[in-house]
Every structure is written in structure tokens, then in C-alpha cells.
């Protein structure tokens, strides 16, 4: 059971670690910090809740047989559902705080309810498929999760910017960015994973790599461009 929760949770606060640290200017208080992935791990259970309604209501409209009710499912029932709440999750932990005044700070706090929904979904993952289950969402699933949280961060960091400043309608439009462009890259990360091809699995690795890569270049560039909020 320890080996197994280790495994679950190593991972995720591995890649919370790296992106604390990509903070240059000013970092984050810890106490803030660990609420956000607190946040993050509490936002499991209404996307549980919501997720299977949905997706009940999906399967009835266009079941998912076909390719069309596949993507649906995954874009709609799954990627927007867990990417909204954990975005709410962000929000409501930091979004109003005072120290979230740099627009790098929303990358750490995105990142931080991502790490916090994913490491829940992991431990309950690795309890049911074991080790191996564990290495295999280490190289996948969890960085996914980050990546996502990544580009919601950029958004989010950039849309408070605005809104500070009066920009209402470029702060709107980074919101809805800071939820659509995770939920777009959610959504075809699970689908290609649900058409369980090779062809598709080929397709899985190397665009994960690709976004890893685009991921860690923008978390560099936001580190040393970071802009103050205040």
C-alpha cells in the first residue's frame, strides 16, 4: 500500500516541483500553493458527478459506437467537465488572492489544481492496476494533466493582467481561452487513446512529446518575461 501510494504520488508533485521553481521573480507562498492542489483533489468529486450525467446524456444523443459519439464523449463529457472544475478550483483558491500578482503565478496555480485532480485520479488508478499502472500514467496521463494545467496558467495569468487593468474584453477572452485550449487538447488526447490503434497510439506519443516540448518552451519563456499583475 505505501509502495503503491509513493508510486501514485511521486509523479505529480515531481512535476509541481518543476514548475514552482520555474518562478523566478517571486515565489509563491507554499501554504497557497497547497491549497490550490488541495482545491485541485476536492474538484474530483462534482466532475465525477457531472461526468457520468453527461456522458449518460451523450452515449443517449450520438452513442459512442461511432466515431462521432467517441469524440463527443471525450471532448465534451470528459475533457470539459475535469478542465472547467479545475479551473474553478484555481479561481476559487487564487484567483482573488493578493500574491497571485505576477502573470507567471497563474501557471503555478493552474498547474497546482491540475497536480492536485491528478494525483487523486492516480491513487485510485495505481490501487486498481498496480505498478504498472503507475509507470505507464507516470509517462502519460500526469504530465497531461500538467500540460493542460500549463496553457490554462497562460491564459489565466494573462486574462487577470487585463482585468486589473480595465481590458474586459481581453480578460474575457483569456478566460474562455484559458478552458477551451486545455479542454481541445484534453479532449483529443483521451480520444486518440479510446480508438486503441497502433496507428493511433504512434500519433499519441509523438504529439505528447510535441507538447511537452511546446509546454516546457512556453513555462520558460512566461518564467523570464514574467509580468506584475499590481
Not at 154 to 180: D, F, T, W
Not at 200 to 221: E, H, P, Q, S, Y
Request: aromatic share 12%.
Amino acid at each position: 500500500m505505501f509502495l503503491l501510494s509513493l508510486a501514485a504520488l511521486i509523479p505529480p508533485f515531481y512535476l509541481m516541483r518543476y514548475i514552482y521553481r520555474q518562478d523566478k521573480v517571486e515565489k509563491e507562498p507554499i501554504g497557497l500553493v497547497v491549497k490550490t492542489v488541495l482545491f485541485g483533489v476536492i474538484s474530483v468529486f462534482p466532475t465525477v458527478i457531472v461526468e457520468g450525467v453527461l456522458i449518460d446524456l451523450l452515449n443517449r444523443a450520438v452513442p459512442n459506437t461511432t466515431m462521432l459519439g467517441l469524440l463527443l464523449e471525450n471532448m465534451i463529457g470528459v475533457a470539459l467537465v475535469e478542465e472547467f472544475f479545475k479551473m474553478q478550483a484555481c479561481k476559487l483558491s487564487a484567483w482573488k488572492n493578493p500574491e497571485f500578482n505576477y502573470t507567471f503565478d497563474g501557471i503555478v496555480y493552474s498547474v497546482a489544481a491540475a497536480i492536485g485532480f491528478a494525483a487523486f485520479e492516480n491513487i485510485m488508478y495505481v490501487f486498481e492496476g498496480g505498478l504498472a499502472t503507475a509507470l505507464a500514467r507516470a509517462i502519460t496521463a500526469i504530465p497531461g494533466h500538467t500540460i493542460f494545467g500549463i496553457f490554462m496558467g497562460m491564459h489565466l495569468g494573462i486574462a487577470k493582467y487585463e482585468e486589473v487593468r480595465g481590458n474586459r474584453a481581453n480578460a474575457s477572452r483569456h478566460k474562455r481561452l484559458a478552458l477551451l485550449v486545455p479542454m481541445v487538447l484534453h479532449g483529443f488526447y483521451d480520444f486518440i487513446c479510446s480508438l486503441n490503434s497502433e496507428v493511433g497510439m504512434v500519433i499519441f506519443f509523438v504529439g505528447l512529446i510535441v507538447l511537452d516540448v511546446i509546454a516546457i518552451r512556453n513555462v520558460k519563456t512566461f518564467g523570464y518575461n514574467d509580468t506584475p499583475i499590481y
